[in-house]
């Protein structure tokens, strides 16, 4: 089956970056949608962004429009978030997800990735 580990996180000062990556292992990479959640405490799980198999489409929260990035490289099964202009409002789990599909639209997922912190610092 899919399995997705993601990498990256951390801490970091409000207005600062940082990149996650999320491993994709399993078949057909390049079939999956793939896509990016979030949950902090004290809130529901959120979407944050998503991309479709060709990397030609992805949809983004508005929260996050204009401040994250999501991409993809079929040729290493790998799907980055590249977060810019961090705000302490960002601080949660990031959890990559994988679904198998046709669309850039990524929820509900199939797979589900096990989570990597990030705290932004105010």
């Known amino acids: 089956q899919v399995q997705l580990r993601e990498s990256g996180g951390g801490l970091v000062q409000a207005g600062g970056s940082l990149r996650l990556s999320c491993a994709f292992s399993?078949?057909?990479?390049?079939?999956?949608?793939m896509g990016w959640f979030r949950r902090a405490p004290g809130k529901e799980r959120e979407f944050v962004a998503s991309?479709?198999?060709?990397?030609?489409?992805?949809y983004y929260t508005d929260s996050v429009k204009g401040r994250f990035t999501i991409t993809r490289d079929n040729a290493e099964n790998t799907v980055y978030l590249q977060m810019n202009g961090l705000k302490p409002e960002d601080t949660a789990v990031y959890y990559c997800?994988?679904?198998?599909?046709?669309?850039?639209?990524?929820?509900?997922?199939?797979?589900w990735g096990q989570g990597t912190q990030v705290t932004v610092s105010s």
């Open positions: 997800a994988a679904r198998a599909q046709g669309t850039a639209v990524v929820d509900p997922p199939d797979s």
């Open positions: 991309i479709n198999w060709s990397g030609d489409t992805s």
């Open positions: 399993g078949r057909s990479f390049s079939s999956y949608a």
